[in-house]
């Protein structure tokens, strides 16, 4: 499996993260972890980025530094320092002048990229019930908002141009995704409403009908919101016809997908996760959620000790049967990792915490990277106070 690894990387001093099929980042805020998926973005997919920038009238010159701002945004390109050093797949990069294209580009055609990125602000990309294009983005955004907003967009404006009813469905709709998976989605996010494209006026936009009701994007729960652009993309990354995967993607990263959803949501949200891992995406997900720790560290029992997907059916209480084939892939083939961005007195370093041992002498990751410390706090005082009772 591929690995990144940083020296002098904005709070990042050092630490190296060896990517599984599923793999966890975990720290406190403004830790890095942002940073560090999207120069994981940035390393992947540079040529792509810069044919995309000069195509959208982006011109930075020779002036890597601007490049850094167009991509990272503005005010970011100090991340980049003169000792930063970062190698990736066994390609080493010393300067901020590894990210300017090479001479001769950009070719006549946009190159594929190999890595979709979905971000924490995903919901800011939504512009009155629809997905904003890249260029109604501030010019000191990050890239990834843009270019996810334009990719949503894209997707859209050609689901709406397909015939010539006032109205089509999003959610639910046949043909998308499994019927197990569409069936976990109502259940815990939608409950029984459904999600509409209406095209009765001038503007296009999202409706949720609930009952006799009819809700633009606003008047959603925060939930719904927030998971709407995860629907997107998951259309955008799950072909209708049989191919695997979206053309050249070969990588998911995901910021915080549990923001706004109960925890009975965010199960859903790890069984479309399973989804785009059987389709060979590897997945890489920064959280603060402790339900995502609790997975991989079942997932190492389960794998350790020759768990079925009986245990995983059970784990995700659904149907033995409806989701056999997709668990004993998960199980049997897939690797799960977790990374702890340790925050120290003015820097960060990068832990490997995938055994998740509560028992461990090492207090980052017996407390899960301190998701679950708050929790082990609370029983020592209950069994304190039970004791003395």
């Not at 050092?14 to 805020?29: A, H, I, K, N, W």
């Not at 015939?163 to 976990?184: A, C, H, I, W």
Request: glycine residues 8%; proline residues 4%; contains cysteine.
């Amino acid at each position: 499996m591929p690995t990144l690894a940083v020296r002098n990387f904005a709070q990042i001093s050092s630490g190296q993260v060896e990517f599984g099929d599923f793999t966890l980042l975990v720290g406190p805020q403004a830790s890095g972890k942002s940073l560090f998926l999207q120069l994981l973005k940035l390393l992947v997919d540079k040529d792509h980025i810069s044919d995309t920038l000069k195509t959208f009238g982006y011109d930075w010159g020779k002036n890597s530094k601007h490049l850094l701002e167009l991509f990272f945004g503005e005010g970011m390109s100090g991340i980049w320092k003169d000792n930063t050093r970062v190698e990736f797949d066994k390609i080493e990069a010393t300067s901020s002048d590894f990210f300017l294209p090479k001479p001769g580009r950009p070719s006549a055609k946009v190159k594929e990229e190999n890595l979709f990125y979905i971000p924490a602000q995903r919901v800011t990309t939504m512009f009155q019930g629809w997905p904003r294009s890249f260029g109604a983005f501030e010019i000191g955004d990050p890239y990834v908002m843009k270019a996810f907003g334009e990719t949503l967009r894209i997707l859209m404006e050609k689901e709406s141009g397909n015939g010539q009813t006032t109205q089509s469905d999003v959610f639910p709709r046949r043909g998308k995704m499994n019927k197990p998976l569409r069936d976990e989605i109502d259940r815990t996010i939608f409950y029984g409403a459904s999600v509409k494209l209406d095209k009765r006026t001038l503007k296009r936009r999202f409706m949720l009908h609930v009952g006799d009701s009819e809700l633009p994007l606003m008047s959603w729960s925060a939930g719904q919101k927030e998971f709407l652009p995860l629907l997107l993309s998951l259309y955008h990354l799950i072909p209708p016809s049989k191919v695997s995967r979206k053309g050249e993607i070969e990588w998911v990263v995901m910021e915080e997908p549990e923001m706004g959803l109960h925890p009975k949501a965010i199960q859903a949200v790890l069984l479309l996760c399973f989804e785009l891992m059987e389709r060979g995406y590897k997945v890489v997900i920064s959280t603060h959620s402790p339900v995502l720790l609790e997975l991989a560290w079942t997932m190492n029992y389960i794998q350790s000790m020759n768990g079925t997907a009986e245990d995983l059916a059970q784990l995700f209480a659904t149907k033995r049967t409806s989701l056999k084939k997709l668990y004993k892939t998960i199980i049997d083939e897939k690797a799960f990792k977790t990374y702890y961005f340790q925050r120290g007195e003015g820097d960060v370093t990068i832990k490997d915490i995938s055994s998740l041992d509560a028992g461990s002498d090492d207090a980052a990751e017996a407390d899960w990277g301190g998701l679950s410390e708050f929790a082990s706090r609370a029983a020592e005082v209950i069994a304190k106070l039970a004791a003395h009772g």
